[in-house]
């Protein structure tokens, strides 16, 4: 009779979270050029049903599980931006992407990340309320 260990190798992928508004990842992990490469073919493939929730989600109401990620979202891209001098972090290497994220990783930025979040979600709900007006 066939186990659940003959089919597990030991491996845990761990699933990837996607906003479904810019259809970027909100995984918080320091990625290496390698899981770039494959989020990136992963995020090509699954762009049609990506729009299409987005555009299903723009209707609705955002709930506080939603505005929180997103309060979180452009907390930690201002952090980046702070982080990189004022760089824009779309146009940077992968190299300098995977260096602004280790300093992401530090205790002291996640803190203050957690603070602009808190501050940010009101922003958030606003821009949600006018974005559906």
């Known amino acids: 009779m066939l186990k659940f260990t003959d089919f597990f190798d030991g491996k845990i ?3 990837v979270e996607v906003d479904p508004h810019t259809g970027e ?3 918080e992990r320091v990625l290496n050029v390698q899981d770039r490469m494959k989020l990136s073919r992963r ?3 699954f762009q049609h049903r ?3 929730k987005r555009k299903i989600q723009a209707r609705r109401k955002a709930d506080m599980g939603r505005l929180g990620r997103r ?3 452009g907390a930690r891209d201002d952090m980046k931006k702070r982080v990189s001098g004022g760089k824009s972090y779309r146009k940077m290497s992968i190299g300098m992407k995977k260096m602004v994220d280790q300093k992401l990783e530090n205790k002291a930025k996640q803190s203050a990340i957690k603070r602009f979040t808190k501050r940010k979600v009101k922003d958030k709900r606003k821009l949600d309320i006018a974005r559906r007006r």
């Open 13 to 15: 992928e761990e699933p």
């Open 25 to 27: 990842t909100l995984d």
């Open 71 to 73: 309060a979180r979202k």
């Open 50 to 52: 990506i729009q299409r």
């Open 43 to 45: 995020m090509k493939r």
